[in-house]
């Protein structure tokens, strides 16, 4: 999928003032308001709008985001969201504004906060919490890891310029986490005024895509290929599961589409998730004479109808 260009969404140049964002979101929110708007398209353009302001109105994220672009990540098979912001660290609360305020004014917040910091100066103050999303591979979830990280931390300077610096950590990714847990790592975050403590870092973690399985929960998904001759007499068959192959028994008759469970073998926990094996049939090639042949054989021999259920006239 193409890099999707937030600016470009707005109607905006990359320099635009963040008063820009804001004005260009309202006009464009107006204009393709489901409720409003006649256009065909009105509904995808006005959640494409709010995407695209969600991550502009705000100077981390956008900072952020304008730093993917400027390190070349927004080539083939990249688009935001999901997931382009994992790796970045973002300041806390503060920065959270509720569905009645004016979120368009969130630099005026960091000048604030970054005021306040300045005012409290002797006095202790605890540093701000952090947020960040981390990627992991499903296996670290089975069997848990340690793992060193490194976050890029959009920091206000001075000036108002926003620019990155790097924060490594290392990490224990505890066995049986699930995609969306945190993980708290204490003292970890800001650092506090006055000799304060620091704040602590939230780490949201979600799982990297995999080729072969799919997560909900602690439930995890494998689609099976069978051969014809599996599905209809059955068969034992291997099974990969991210702890390791396992045999399988495959009932007779199964069809496309059935679920066969593995009990306890999702993600562990109490109680650890099932892995589901999804069947799918697979078809041979009928690419020699003795494969057609076969397969001609196999149409005479049955008395089957696959669209017996589309209704009388379909055949």
């Known amino acids: 999928m193409a890099f999707k260009d937030y600016y470009e969404v707005l109607g905006l140049a990359a320099g635009a003032s963040q008063d820009d964002i804001k004005h260009a979101y309202r006009r464009l929110a107006r204009k393709y308001h489901p409720d409003v708007s006649t256009a ?7 959640k494409e709008v709010g995407e695209a302001y969600a991550v502009l109105k705000d100077p981390e994220k956008r900072a952020a985001y304008d730093d993917v672009v400027a390190r070349g990540e ?13 790796g970045f660290e973002f300041s806390g609360r503060d920065f959270d504004f509720g569905p009645g305020m ?5 630099l005026d ?20 919490d952090h947020h960040a999303r981390v990627m992991i591979d499903l296996a670290d979830a089975y069997r848990g890891a340690q793992r060193s990280i490194s976050l890029r ?34 003292g970890q975050g800001a650092s506090g005024a006055g000799g304060g403590p620091a704040g602590d870092l939230y780490l949201e973690v979600n799982f990297n895509p995999d080729p072969l399985f799919r997560v909900d929960g602690r439930d995890v ?15 034992s068959v291997t099974v990969p599961t991210p702890e390791g192959p396992v045999q399988l028994t495959i009932p007779p008759n199964s069809t496309a589409g059935r679920q066969l469970r593995l009990k306890g073998r999702g993600i562990p926990g109490s109680p650890p998730g099932n892995l589901y094996a999804i069947v799918k049939i697979a078809l041979p090639p009928a690419d020699s004479d003795a494969a057609r042949e076969a397969y ?20």
């Open 40 to 46: 065909s398209d009105a509904e995808a353009r006005f």
């Open 74 to 86: 927004s080539g083939p098979g990249f688009q935001p969201p999901p997931g382009w912001d994992a």
């Open 102 to 106: 004016d979120q368009g004014d969130l």
């Open 109 to 128: 917040a960091l000048f604030r906060q970054q005021a306040r910091g300045g005012q409290r100066a002797g006095r202790p103050a605890q540093g701000q």
């Open 153 to 186: 931390v959009p920091v206000l300077g001075p000036e108002g310029r926003v620019t990155m610096r790097e924060h490594k950590l290392d990490v224990s990714i505890p066995k049986g986490i699930r995609a969306g847990q945190h993980l708290r790592l204490a």
């Open 221 to 235: 998904y494998l689609d099976l290929p069978l051969a014809p001759w599996e599905a209809a007499l059955g068969a």
């Open 296 to 315: 001609r054989a196999m149409g005479k021999s049955f008395a089957f109808d696959p669209r017996k259920h589309l209704g009388a006239n379909v055949s």
